[in-house]
T-cell receptor
Framework: GQNIDQPTEMTATEGAIVQINCTYQ??????LFWYQQHAGEAPTFLSY????GLEEKGRFSSFLSRSKGYSYLLLKELQMKDSASYLC????????????FGTGTRLTIIP | DTAVSQTPKYLVTQMGNDKSIKCEQN?????MYWYKQDSKKFLKIMFS???????INETVPNRFSPKSPDKAHLNLHINSLELGDSAVYFC?????????????FGPGTRLTVL
């Protein structure tokens, strides 16, 4: 079966750094994705990792360790607008296009 | 300019009714999806079409029937609506076999069954 775990809620302070973890156990692996979803809105793509290591995109970075079934999303210089849910998703088979999502982490930024 | 659009945005209906949700994308993608997001915000895939061919069909009651008249449109018809169908339904699209498979989501349709 598939199991993708993330913390349910996190709180962080404006200007600080926060790391959101995701662990997965799936029958196959061909990529891990992070999406951001503001309340009442659609998910939007943040990052994609298929090889081990760190991918950096401005204030956001995502890390993957395939041997550990582990990823994290790192958000730096937090802004109030970063308050949102962050969804981790795994693609098990290339070409299948099916993404299995975790339950999401609701991040609240406080002043 | 909207990349993925859905109609209607809100749908309130009685149990037992039949309703449809429409989705269109103007990104030139060849793959479209329907997701259901429940009250706990869990996002789960229901169906996916690639060039009008069904490629993903998750365990969904057969009251739900997707239809793809062309690769830019994917509609969802729901028969005999039940209370448990209340959720937000998202349409998405992507280009198959493109490494990152970034999926673009529509704004969602909030379905409330009374």
């Amino acid at each position: 079966g598939q199991n993708i775990d993330q913390p349910t809620e996190m709180t962080a302070t404006e200007g600080a750094i926060v790391q959101i973890n995701c662990t997965y156990q799936t029958s196959g692996f061909n990529g891990l994705f992070w999406y951001q979803q503001h309340a009442g809105e659609a998910p939007t793509f943040l990052s994609y990792n298929v090889l081990d290591g760190l991918e950096e995109k401005g204030r956001f970075s995502s890390f993957l360790s395939r041997s550990k079934g582990y990823s994290y999303l790192l958000l730096k210089e937090l802004q109030m607008k970063d308050s949102a849910s962050y969804l981790c998703a795994v693609r098990e088979v290339f070409g299948n296009e099916k993404l299995t999502f975790g339950t999401g982490t609701r991040l609240t930024i406080i002043p | 300019d909207t990349a993925v659009s859905q109609t209607p945005k809100y749908l309130v209906t009685q149990m037992g009714n039949d309703k449809s949700i429409k989705c269109e994308q103007n990104l030139g993608h060849d793959t479209m999806y329907w997701y259901k997001q429940d009250s706990k915000k869990f996002l789960k895939i229901m169906f996916s079409y690639n060039n009008k061919e069904l490629i993903i069909n998750e365990t969904v009651p057969n009251r739900f029937s997707p239809k793809s008249p062309d690769k830019a449109h994917l509609n969802l018809h729901i028969n005999s609506l039940e209370l448990g169908d209340s959720a937000v339904y998202f349409c998405a699209s992507s280009q198959r076999l493109a490494g990152g498979n970034e999926q673009f989501f529509g704004p969602g349709t909030r379905l409330t069954v009374l």
